[in-house]
């Protein structure tokens, strides 16, 4: 009996111990229930959190870096655009130097791309050359292509501008108003050519020792370095389109009508 109830107590406590690891393995589900919270929610915590605002810090990064690389691209197109630029134009940096105000040692370095262009460089220079600040750095035209025609009146003579891009080859509509008498030739000169087509009217060409009548559909191309003048043949209007250079431009539109030397006859 004795040893039975003994056998009882000891399987009882066997039990027990059973019961022990039923406990034992209440712990554990305990320990995968904590674990699982522990694990699920604040390793989710941690994740979300700290890998969101990672992953934001990377690409903003990564955003940064490429806007930061294709400013940087545009800036060194610059140099040699202009380099290019000046060389077609038949500038040297001495000249350069002196119409701009700006040293031939930092032009040397910024056509080169040892000088990093910056506004108050790229100013003087589009104004020398004539072209816009976009055409320097190289940024791509948008908004309305129409041109609006803007007349100017010079010499007498009324031109139309039929182009708006700076520099390069300048068209326009050029009008020789009806005059009582013809006027006397008073010929000019500068670098670069002209091309003429004649609209209506009879247009004088006078070029170097040659004397020429362009009736309407006639055109004609010379070289400016030879002396020249364009005027109505009979004393009628004459309308015409003409193309010319940048020192045609500063010679026929550009030039000062009111200055000492004007000659309101001349073209």
Not at 8 to 34: K, M
Not at 63 to 92: F, N
């Amino acid at each position: 009996m004795s040893g039975d109830a003994g056998g009882g107590r000891d399987s009882g406590t066997e039990g027990t111990g059973t019961a022990g690891t039923g406990a034992q393995g209440t712990g554990s589900w305990d320990t995968g229930s904590t674990g699982s919270r522990e694990t699920g929610s604040e390793g989710g915590r941690v994740s979300g959190r700290g890998g969101g605002r990672e992953s934001g810090r990377g690409r903003g990064r990564d955003s940064g870096s490429r806007a930061t690389d294709d400013v940087l691209g545009v800036l060194d197109a610059v140099g040699p655009r202009l380099r290019a630029l000046r060389r077609r134009r038949g500038i040297t940096l001495a000249d350069l130097a002196a119409e701009t105000g700006i040293s031939e040692s930092t032009l040397s370095r910024l056509e080169s791309g040892r000088r990093r262009a910056t506004l108050e460089l790229l100013l003087p220079l589009a104004r020398r050359y004539d072209v816009p600040l976009d055409d320097l750095v190289g940024a791509p035209r948008t908004g309305d292509p129409r041109i609006h025609l803007k007349p100017v009146h010079r010499f007498g003579m009324v031109f139309v501008p039929l182009s708006r891009r700076p520099g390069g080859i300048h068209a326009f509509k050029m009008i020789i108003p009806a005059r009582p008498e013809p006027l006397e030739p008073t010929p000019q000169t500068h670098e670069g050519h002209e091309w003429v087509y004649v609209l209506g009217g009879r247009l004088r060409l006078v070029l170097g020792d040659r004397d020429l009548v362009l009736p309407p559909g006639e055109a004609a191309e010379f070289d400016t370095s030879l002396p020249h003048w364009l005027g109505s043949a009979d004393g009628g209007a004459v309308e015409l389109l003409i193309l010319f250079g940048p020192h045609g431009m500063r010679a026929h539109v550009r030039a000062d009508p009111t200055g000492p030397d004007a000659d309101p006859d001349r073209t």
